[in-house]
């Protein structure tokens, strides 16, 4: 899976506000819902609290369906923080962006696809290799035809 596109969030012109409800939803069986919220939920503040480290990407590939990242969907990373094993990357291997799941092994570093099809990715000594930034979110639609 690569990255398609790059943005840069600014700080100053996106804002959302939206109504944030008290009430959880039930993924179960459902209950009455109460129209009842508490006050709004800032987006910005939420998603990306260091946005002049955070950056929006468009994925292109399905090596990471696993996690929930699809082709098309959008990732927020977040340059400031410190890559541990586990993390969902973004990394740079011969000049080419790609997301995947950060391990770090004995052996040394793998980036872990999350799709069986696909390979990990073991990082050589000769590759020239980057951790660009960390996901942490994903933009997913739920219902676009």
């Known amino acids: 899976m690569r990255v398609a596109a790059v943005q840069r969030v600014c700080s100053s012109t996106?804002?959302?506000?939206?109504?944030?409800?008290?009430?959880r939803v039930q993924?179960?069986?459902?209950?009455p819902a109460q129209d009842y919220c508490s006050a709004d939920?800032?987006?910005?503040?939420?998603?990306?609290?260091?946005?002049?480290?955070?950056?929006?990407?468009?994925?292109?590939g399905n090596s990471?369906?696993?996690?929930?990242i699809h082709d098309g969907d959008q990732?927020?990373?977040?340059?400031?923080?410190?890559?541990?094993?586990g993390h969902i990357v973004i990394a740079v291997i011969d000049n080419e962006l790609t997301v995947k799941r950060l391990?770090?092994?004995q052996d040394g570093v793998v980036l872990q696809a999350e799709n069986p099809i696909y390979p990990d990715l073991?990082?050589?000594?000769?590759?020239?290799?980057?951790?660009w930034g960390v996901v942490t979110w994903t933009l997913h639609?739920?219902?676009l035809s």
């Open 141 to 143: 639609p739920s219902c």
């Open 14 to 23: 996106f804002r959302a506000r939206v109504p944030f409800a008290l009430e």
């Open 41 to 60: 939920i800032d987006l910005h503040e939420h998603l990306m609290p260091n946005p002049d480290s955070t950056f929006i990407l468009t994925v292109a």
């Open 64 to 68: 990471m369906i696993g996690a929930g």
């Open 75 to 85: 990732v927020v990373v977040d340059r400031s923080i410190r890559p541990r094993d």
């Open 27 to 31: 993924a179960g069986f459902p209950s």
């Open 122 to 131: 073991r990082v050589c000594s000769m590759d020239q290799f980057v951790i």
């Open 103 to 105: 391990r770090l092994t």
